[in-house]
């Protein structure tokens, strides 16, 4: 049967591996040449790379696997930026990077050479609280904590952006946004709160923003 | 993640000079859609090009007052920058229709058009799927196909096109500026860049051939009209369409509508626009003349006549 001449040379086909892998086993062990590590899918390829992380340079040999989320949390041991999701929709790894928020998770460390990264460590010390991480506090911006970095994080470089004139979804006038509660939700869309502390993270940011309660105009 | 080297392209010569050195390679811009795929092995590229120190960051005015946008302006700069937000809206309006403000500040014009289908089985590695594994099979057919396209579906794939900004690209006329492996260029008019699935495995999903890089997107002169992008999504941000419509809508009635959601591709026709000035109903006919529907995503077809209807009472106030 075509089933069992299958199996039986499967069988064969391992048997003859098995004794060729024991007879491998005594060989010393030889360094994979650069060839044999470019097609040999089991082999992890490591590179060095610098950037500044909160002022300070850093040079690192990383796995090119390594996320640049990973790399700050388990090779620079900056655990203040969350991993959520690992896969960009939830915003816990928002991190500051060259000015810009991005999703650290979603990077590489390696394509970051010469860049300078902003995390929760490097936003304020905890005598001295960047404005938007004392709002949280004031405004009890969180329940367990884990998306709070990402939110401010977040939150710092939005308001920058909205400066800048950057268009949202609920900008009604494209030529220039303005600072209201819709567009402060809106642009904050890419940080989930699964505690849905949302409320207080709004008026936290609209306190920053010069908006809200505070000033009487809140949406 | 599968290992893999990596190296920085400094042109775009560089990066096709590298592609067609390493057969197994892939480019990577802002990654967001690229390491997603990668960590989940749905592809499992060799090398990497990193291709953000090619140049190709700027926006340029062209000749004919049109604008060429470099293939690695970030979604971001491209939706705020003043002639697009002027003389393009419908193109600011859909980028940030879409994604969080964190991946458009990574996404590049380039990776959003080559961005890849959400059909969760080509997601589940585990699940058979045409995309991901040609001659597997298709599991949204008789499968959960809610999201799925209701225009353009084929026996092997049914699967929409998930990219916001593409489907304003479309209406707007865009073409896609490509370098070839051996360093010269050629251009693909958008309405043929992306690919129905057909017949035939693999499912081809771009008419981009194997080695080549694009290097920009050129819009022609401003087409004036009122720009719309009406998305109808699950969640009212940070979500992919149910159905999306982006239209330019002239003053005497007139205008161009390209459907995202809805179709395997974005979804525009000659006859859809000629319908625009006797209404919805009429741009729905013209469009969805083939249906290819399931019981569960039928509703798109009404979804988007009355979407259009939206948008054409908003084009008249
Ligand atoms: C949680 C989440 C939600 C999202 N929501 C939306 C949404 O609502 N709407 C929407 O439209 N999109 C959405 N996206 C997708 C997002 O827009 C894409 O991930 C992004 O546009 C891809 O761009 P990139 O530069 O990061 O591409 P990359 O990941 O770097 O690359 C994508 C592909 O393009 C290829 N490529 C890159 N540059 C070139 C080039 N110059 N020439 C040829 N090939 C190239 C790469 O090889 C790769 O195959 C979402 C993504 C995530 C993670
Ligand atoms: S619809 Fe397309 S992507 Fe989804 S399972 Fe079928 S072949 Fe795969
Ligand atoms: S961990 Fe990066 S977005 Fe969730
Ligand atoms: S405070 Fe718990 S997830 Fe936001």
Redesign the pocket.
């Known amino acids: 049967m075509a089933g069992t001449d299958f199996l039986e040379m499967s069988r064969r086909g391992l048997m003859t591996s098995g004794a060729v892998a024991s007879a491998v086993a005594v060989v010393p062990l030889a360094t994979p040449t650069p060839a044999q590590a470019a097609t040999d899918r089991l082999t992890p390829s490591t590179m060095p790379v610098s950037f500044t992380v909160n002022g300070k340079p850093e040079r690192l040999v990383v796995d090119t696997r390594t996320t640049l989320l990973d790399a700050l949390r388990e090779n620079l041991h900056l655990t203040g930026t969350k991993k959520g999701c690992d896969?960009?929709?939830c915003g816990a790894c928002t991190v500051i990077v060259d000015g810009q928020r991005i999703?650290s998770c979603?990077s590489l460390a390696v394509m970051h050479e010469g860049g300078s990264v902003t995390t929760i460590e490097g936003l304020g010390t905890p005598d001295k609280l960047h404005p938007m991480q004392a709002a949280f506090v004031r405004h009890d911006g969180f329940q367990c904590g884990y998306c709070t970095p990402g939110q401010i994080c977040s939150a710092v470089a939005m308001l920058g952006e909205l400066k800048a004139g950057v268009p949202s979804h609920v900008t009604t006038d494209l030529a220039s946004p303005k600072h209201s509660e819709a567009e402060l939700r809106e642009r904050m869309s890419g940080n989930i709160c699964r505690c849905a502390a949302y409320p207080n993270i709004i008026a936290a940011i609209e306190d920053v923003a010069g908006i809200g309660q505070k000033s009487g105009n809140k949406a | 993640m599968k290992p893999f080297t990596y190296e920085r392209a400094k042109s775009p010569a560089d990066?096709v000079v590298a592609l067609a050195r390493n057969p197994g390679a892939?480019?990577?811009?802002?990654?967001?859609?690229?390491?997603?795929h990668m960590k989940l092995e749905i592809?499992t590229p060799q090398h990497l090009i990193d291709?953000n120190g090619?140049g190709?960051d700027t926006i340029e005015n062209t000749p004919d007052g049109g604008l060429r946008i470099g293939?690695?302006v970030r979604?971001t700069a491209l939706a705020a920058h003043p002639r697009v937000k002027k003389d393009y809206a419908v193109l600011s309006r859909a980028i940030v229709?879409?994604?969080?403000g964190q991946?458009?500040n990574?996404?590049?014009t380039?990776?959003?058009?080559?961005?890849?289908t959400r059909c969760p089985y080509f997601y589940d590695t585990n699940m058979p799927c045409n995309k991901r594994d040609p001659g597997s099979g298709c599991s949204a057919q008789g499968g959960f196909s809610r999201n799925h396209a209701a225009v353009g579906g084929g026996a092997n794939c049914i699967c929409f096109f998930?990219?916001?900004?593409?489907n304003a690209m479309n209406v707007l006329d865009a073409t896609v500026e490509?370098m070839k492996p051996d360093g010269t260029m050629r251009t693909i008019p958008i309405a043929d860049f992306h690919l129905l699935p057909g017949d035939e495995l693999p499912v081809k999903e771009f008419a981009?051939a194997p080695g080549?890089?694009?290097?920009a997107v050129t819009l022609p002169k401003p087409p004036g009209g009122k720009h719309f992008y009406r998305k109808v999504?699950n969640r009212a941000s940070?979500?992919?369409?149910l159905v999306s419509v982006a239209a330019v809508i002239q003053p005497d009635g007139t205008g161009n509508i390209t459907l995202g959601g809805v179709g395997t591709k974005p979804w525009r026709s000659a006859a859809g626009d000629a319908a625009v000035p006797k209404g919805a109903k009429a741009v729905a006919a013209a469009l969805f003349a083939n249906p290819t529907a399931t019981d569960q995503n039928q509703y798109k077809l009404k979804l988007a006549e009355r979407t259009i209807a939206a948008v054409l009472a908003a084009a008249k106030g």
Request: glycine letters at 8%.
């Open positions: 896969h960009g929709q999703n979603l | 990066a892939k480019l990577i811009a802002g990654g967001t859609n690229l390491l997603d592809v291709v090619t190709l293939a690695m979604n229709a879409g994604a969080s991946l458009r990574k996404a590049t380039a990776g959003n058009l080559m961005q890849r998930p990219s916001d900004m593409s490509v981009l080549e890089m694009i290097t999504r940070y979500a992919f369409a």
